[in-house]
């Protein structure tokens, strides 16, 4: 499995932004699809997954135009831009990974994910 670590939350007024880091380590990094998720009541919630090879990303319908997910294969990391944040999006943030994707191949669901990492704050108020 690989090991992963989150970082970037805080607190920010609505309309503001955040960039969350996902760094990995362990069984080559690269070769995971990963995933963004969120805390609700009862469930992780999907936010956002990108492709190992990063050409393919989608995301909650909740999120888009606001956030974005992006790799750096080369640092081992995924980003998670978080744009006009709102106070609804206010919850801990995790990423996740997948070993057994292909190229291409992204996962909605958490149970897809064999690997999760503590998870990030983020608050958003005035």
């Known amino acids: 499995q690989v090991q992963l670590i989150e970082s970037g939350g805080g607190w920010v007024q609505p309309g503001g932004s955040l960039r969350l880091s996902c760094e990995a380590s362990?069984?080559?990094?690269?070769?995971?699809?990963m995933g963004w998720f969120r805390q609700i009541p009862g469930r992780r919630e999907f936010v956002a997954a990108i492709?190992?090879?990063?050409?393919?990303?989608d995301y909650d319908n909740s999120v888009k135009g606001r956030f974005t997910i992006s790799r750096d294969n080369a640092k081992n990391t995924v980003f998670l831009q978080m744009n006009n944040l709102r106070p609804e999006d206010k919850t801990v943030y995790s990423c996740?990974?997948?070993?057994?994707?292909?190229?291409?191949?992204?996962?909605?669901?958490?149970?897809?994910?064999?690997?999760w990492g503590q998870g990030t704050q983020v608050t958003v108020s005035s």
């Open positions: 996740a990974a997948d070993q057994e994707s292909k190229n291409g191949e992204i996962w909605y669901g958490g149970d897809d994910y064999e690997s």
């Open positions: 362990g069984r080559t990094p690269s070769m995971y699809a």
């Open positions: 492709s190992k090879n990063g050409s393919t990303t």
